[in-house]
């Protein structure tokens, strides 16, 4: 046998090993039913309160009310007397004088007399279900029920309701020592009155600013230093000082607390706070919050879980405490902790789990009593270390606290009953794992081990040195590429910028000859003009004529160049394109060649022409068949020294014809016989410079890229060595045919628009907007023979005639200062006033974007300057003639509709308002001007203008053509008789409409009608 420094006795046998005798030394008592005589009844108790004459009642759920004499340690069940009612729920009591209060769940409040230790009465209530019952500073009873809280009227005898909490589960009830009254509910958190019960304030979980964690209130506890402890189930303890603002601070498992839900509380004398929980018994330090101890069910216990409320502590400072299996009863201060002299001891270190369970060991040791150890990476995946306090006393069950800190990383810091901690995913480093015994201040109440986690090779220090390197070369390396990268960019960007300047250089070169072109068109035109009407009218004398015809020729030689300029503007936006045709190639070679044979006399040049008699049948666009040629030849012309040679061949294998111009010029070698294809590329040849025939350097350019769209080649023979031979081979049959697109655009130019016809004079005005003077002059010149003419020298001056005149069309330059041609149609499109006006656009910018944008205003006609006058006067003939004759048409036929008329978008708007108008008024009489401006918003002067521009007729006639035209359909559907026609129409007699029917249509109304009837009966 063996005494330890407990007290605790150990026993050796031989054959009964060995037993243990535990000294209790005054801990916990228990009291709980047994069955004898003397004992606690019920099981689950709920309800303690002492009275006056040192007893302690006990209220049991399982009905049962007891009472314990403390001197005596003696038990009596005053509830197995026959008049007291059976299966009370008893969950409150209170004492007052010689009555006790008991409030039961199921079945109200009753008043127990203690002198005779009877019932002697029942209280009758709103609610038989009470659960808590307290008597406040100045007498008031108040008693909590599921439906509410009431209070006691002395007067009446009666329970009153209080209006403050509401029909709310009233949970349980305090009052503290500043008079203010708590009403703790399950699930509505807490009411509070600082008034007696006149006003109540809330707080509940969702309430910001206050930190209540639960809404389930358990018991209130006010302690010595008047902080306010709430249990609450599950938010564990909270706490608020009752002196300033209410602010709760909460202590939850994650402290030590056994269990969140928390059941009830008390303070002993030394000042501790006993926390009954529904997994144990704690002591909470009342000022720092920390729980010092747990006590658990280890057979001083009748069960870990206590009850709610279930609290009394005698002035001696025995504690009692209900639980679900009885009650416990204690004195603080004789109760002896052996965890307090305990020393700690790391019991166990182990890596894995299950099977990979494994002790960890050092320098050969176990790492037990070692305070270092050295594991894998791998191994501290799962790592569980294990202590204990050497106490065999089964007191209480020790608290812990351990952290476990690496460097400057984050530390845990956890408090625990538990006396394993596993730690997993540890990082490789070095940790310190701390653990000591809370409530135990002594050295051996503690201890450190430092874990020294070990990297995989992949992530040792050698690992890293090596992945420096790597990146440091590929880092170094990078740079290099960069560097090298950032010289190419520079080269290229040199380059580039060398390019761009010569792309600007090359713009600026076409941009200034595609101006001068448009400048030298206009005085084109004036000199194109005169000479094509004195021939046209044999206005010169004999001895003039060959000036005239150089005068001609060399006009048209002009043009063909200008045009061949803005071709190149085209090539250069990818807007020239090609119609093709079978021609017979030898007859377009030959009569280029004319045009230079006379030029090749002149400067004494030999030259042998070769082209079959025989036709070569080619398709090709004849036009840029001849510009390809015309500008070989005359580069051959300029750079020769005196001989050229022309032939013309078929190769029948590769079906096409071969064109070859050869020049003894200067010969052209190297680099050179390419880059002469390129824009503005020229070389300085001698015989050029004696000639002093210099060219632009775009002749070949031009040439080639008139080639590609043939699908041919144009080249300079490299096997040719002692000449420069050109040759030009075409494919006999294109792959696919190419639509013109300037052709196409003139096909939509041609197409007429409405005319005005505004005036009764018998001649038309015509307004002239062109900014020449001289060009303005002469077209004014020419056209006042047959037309009124107005000119102005730009749109804004035309816009201010068109307001002041009448104006049946309008003939106006495109490029003009101030407001050019396109800007002055549009106003005039775009007017109500003026839509009905035509307009024909003079322009010298030739191309596709051109021709569009004069459509997209507008436009009735498009001519290009130079052009022929003739050509003007015919275009503006014909819009007139075109108008006149649908004028008569729509008049003289009695079924034809008004859409038969051409209509501008603008004007069709206007007209069909204007029909649908007369249309829906046509039975009146007196419909008229008057009334027709009136419906439709505009101005006599307006509507006679545009009846009159889009019909010829004025607006009297116009109605009276639309009664006789919708008098003509009503007729032809065979339904109506003509008189009621006459009617229906707006006549005021059916002769009148006879009268004005056959003046119109030159027929009478029944021979029309007779008419039809022929028709169908034939048909």
């Known amino acids: 046998m063996l005494e330890d420094n407990e007290g605790n006795v150990w026993m050796g046998t031989f ?192 309430t910001p600013g206050f930190g209540l964690e639960s809404n389930y209130i358990t018991h209130f506890f006010e302690d010595s230093t008047h902080m306010l402890w709430v249990a609450t189930e599950g938010g564990g303890l909270c706490r608020t000082s009752l002196e300033g603002t209410i602010s709760f601070k909460h202590i939850t498992r994650q402290d030590g607390l056994p269990s969140n839900i928390a059941c009830a509380i008390t303070q002993d004398q030394k000042g501790l706070l006993w926390v009954s929980t529904t997994k144990g018994l704690a002591t909470v330090d009342p000022v720092t919050g920390t729980v010092l101890k747990i006590y658990l069910d280890n057979n001083d216990f009748v069960g870990n879980q206590f009850s709610y409320g279930s609290c009394n502590q005698f002035p001696s400072g025995q504690i009692f405490l209900g639980t679900i299996n009885g009650m416990i009863t204690f004195n603080p201060a004789n109760l002896w902790d052996p965890i307090t002299s305990s020393p700690l001891y790391i019991q166990n270190i182990h890596t894995g789990i299950d099977e990979t369970l494994s002790d960890t060991r050092f320098d050969g040791k176990s790492a037990i009593i070692s305070d270092r150890i050295r594991i894998r990476q791998a191994d501290a995946a799962y790592l569980s270390i294990s202590f204990s306090t050497l106490s065999f006393s089964n007191i209480s069950a020790p608290q812990y606290e351990y952290v476990l800190s690496s460097g400057s990383r984050k530390s845990i810091r956890k408090v625990t009953s538990d006396n394993t901690v596993v730690l997993t995913d540890m990082n490789p480093g070095r940790y310190s794992f701390d653990v000591r015994v809370i409530g135990n201040d002594s050295p051996e109440s503690y201890k450190s081990l430092s874990i020294i986690v070990i990297p995989p090779f992949h992530k040792s220090v050698f690992a890293y040195i090596v992945y420096v390197l790597l990146v440091a070369s590929a880092a170094a390396y990078v740079l290099f590429l960069i560097f090298k990268k950032r010289k190419i960019e520079e080269t290229s960007k040199l380059e580039q910028m060398e390019a761009l300047k010569q792309k600007e250089i090359y713009d600026a070169k076409i941009n200034f000859f595609t101006n001068i072109t448009h400048e030298i068109r206009t005085p084109l035109s004036l000199i194109k003009m005169p000479i094509e009407k004195i021939i046209l009218n044999n206005e010169y004398t004999e001895a003039s004529k060959d000036d005239i015809m150089t005068i001609k020729s060399n006009t048209n030689r002009l043009l063909e160049l200008t045009n061949q300029l803005l071709d190149i503007r085209k090539m250069e936006k990818n807007q020239l394109s090609l119609q093709f045709f079978k021609e017979d190639i030898c007859t377009i070679v030959r009569k280029t060649w004319e045009y230079f044979a006379k030029a090749a006399k002149e400067q004494h040049i030999s030259y042998s022409v070769n082209i079959p008699d025989q036709p070569v049948m080619v398709m090709c666009s004849a036009d840029m068949i001849k510009k390809i040629v015309s500008n070989m030849l005359s580069n051959a012309v300029k750079y020769c020294k005196d001989s050229i040679a022309l032939t013309l061949s078929v190769s029948e294998i590769d079906q096409k014809v071969v064109i070859r111009i050869t020049n003894n010029g200067d010969l052209i070698q190297g680099d050179d016989r390419e880059k002469i294809f390129s824009p503005f590329y020229q070389i300085k040849t001698v015989s050029a410079q004696l000639k002093g025939s210099n060219g632009t350097g775009l002749g070949l350019p031009y040439a080639r890229t008139l080639t590609n769209l043939h699908k041919g080649t144009l080249i300079l023979d490299p096997e040719v060595k002692d000449k420069n031979s050109f040759v030009l081979a075409l494919p006999l049959v294109q792959p696919s045919l190419i639509q013109n697109q300037d052709d196409a655009q003139d096909e939509a130019g041609a197409y007429l628009s409405d005319t005005d016809n505004d005036s009764d004079s018998s001649r038309h005005t015509i307004l002239i907007v062109e900014d020449a003077a001289e060009m303005r002059r002469y077209l004014s010149k020419e056209l006042s023979t047959e037309y009124n003419v107005y000119t102005a020298s730009n749109g804004e001056e035309g816009m201010k005639i068109i307001k002041e005149q009448k104006i049946d069309l309008v003939v106006t330059d495109l490029m003009m200062p101030v407001m050019n041609g396109c800007q002055f149609c549009n106003f005039i499109k775009k007017n109500m006033e003026y839509s009905h006006i035509p307009v024909i656009l003079l322009t010298a910018a030739v191309g596709v974007e051109t021709h569009i944008e004069t459509l997209e205003v507008g436009a009735d006609g498009y001519i290009e300057k130079p052009f022929s006058i003739e050509l003007l006067l015919a275009n503006i003939s014909n819009l007139f003639k075109n108008k006149e004759i649908a004028y008569r048409q729509f008049a003289n036929s009695p079924l034809s509709h008004f859409n038969s008329l051409s209509f501008s978008t603008t004007e069709k708007v206007f007209m069909e308002k204007l029909h649908n108008t007369i249309m829906k008024h046509m039975a009146e009489q007196d419909l008229g001007i008057d009334t027709l401006t009136t419906l439709l918003g505009t101005s006599k002067s307006t509507l006679y203008r545009k009846i009159k521009a889009n019909t010829g007729l004025n607006t009297n006639e116009y109605i009276r053509l639309c009664r006789l035209k919708k008098a003509a359909e009503m007729l032809s559907t065979q339904e109506y008789r003509i008189n009621e026609v006459a009617y229906l129409v707006g006549f005021s007699s059916p002769s009148y409409f006879t009268t004005c029917f056959q003046k119109q249509f030159n027929i009478s109304p029944s021979s029309f009608v007779k008419d039809l009837r022929a028709e169908e009966h034939t048909t």
């Open 15 to 206: 054959y009964g090993g060995l037993n243990l005798w535990h000294n209790r030394r005054n801990n916990f008592s228990q009291l709980f039913y047994t069955g004898k005589e003397g004992t606690l009844y019920g099981k689950l108790v709920h309800a303690l309160v002492s009275d006056d004459r040192g007893n302690l009642w006990v209220g049991t759920e399982d009905g049962n009310l007891n009472k314990l004499i403390i001197k005596e340690r003696r038990v009596i069940c005053v509830s197995k007397n026959e008049e007291f009612p059976a299966g009370l729920n008893i969950h409150g009591l209170l004492q007052e004088g010689k009555m006790l209060w008991i409030a039961t769940f199921n079945d109200g409040l009753y008043l127990f007399d203690l002198d005779t230790e009877k019932i002697s009465g029942k209280v009758e209530l709103p609610s038989n279900q009470c659960v808590c019952i307290i008597k406040t500073g100045d007498d008031t009873i108040l008693l909590g029920t599921i439906y509410g809280l009431y209070r006691y009227d002395r007067s009446t005898e009666t329970f009153v309701f209080v209006d403050g909490p509401g029909h709310r589960f009233i949970h349980t009830l305090y009052q503290d020592s500043f008079g203010t009254i708590w009403v703790g509910t399950y699930g509505a958190g807490i009411f509070f009155s600082k008034d007696g019960l006149k006003t109540f304030a809330t707080i509940n979980k969702a």
